[in-house]
């Protein structure tokens, strides 16, 4: 297993290498290429990584969208780029000062904000609303970390500010987006297993993509459900609670191995909202 993840690792940094002056000279161009190449390089990187991503549900088309994902590992951002073309995701700032990752994200062309410091929301609710205007449709990971792969956080829903207003002549589509790993090495993950993804509190990021390296072929499941616009809620906080409970179905799903795909749609304005609201 060692001596495949030395060969995957080094398929990976050419692959990585290779692609990092044409994406830098895409942005230089401002061409439009700059927005699908990363959706490219992602579905080569997990399959090379042999996840194999499982999709419920369809992204939604419209141009920008919102996403909105629970987040559980580094490799969130590999599987949510390779089921979604021309996408951007909303960081946390020291991802940007990470060595050669830092990279990776900004060529991604991440929005990186501050989460720590509320007095900065204003200014970072409007580069989201600028790089959304522009047509980039965005990841948001709401809990403002990642989790344990088997539970879900509170959403912050000062996040939700840059739906609250009109992107040209409507209102911003917002989806929510359950993000899920189901299999390793053919067999259910369950709670034994699911640290192998999990990337959550002090652990060094090279040990554990080192140990993923080792481990077997994978299964991750990323279930798109309805989108919505804020006008159908009461304020961003309904709008948040709503995202919260869609999410936490999805994941729950995939957790228990149920498929999510039989569920029945919710209708967008759901009796449990304002319970969720609450407690936002």
Known sequence: MTARAVFTLGIFLVWTILLIPVQMLLIRLRSPLMRSLPHFYHRTVASLLRVHVRRVGEPSAAAPTLFVSNHISWLDIVVLSAVMPNVSFIAKQEVGTWPFFGTLARLQRTVFVEREKRQRTAEHRDEMIERLANGDSLILFPEGTSSDGLRLRNFKSAFFAAAERPI??????????????ARLNYMPVGRRWMSWFAWVGDEDLVPHLWRFLKAGPSEAVVEFHQPATIDQFNSRKGLAAWCHQRV?????????????????????????????????
């Open 168 to 181: 040209g002549h409507k209102q911003l589509t917002v989806q929510p987006v359950s993000i899920g790993y």
């Open 248 to 280: 936490l179905e999805g994941l729950s799903d995939i957790n228990a191995g149920r498929d999510p795909g039989r569920r029945t749609p919710p209708q967008k304005q759901d009796p449990g909202a304002q319970f969720l609201v609450d407690r936002i």
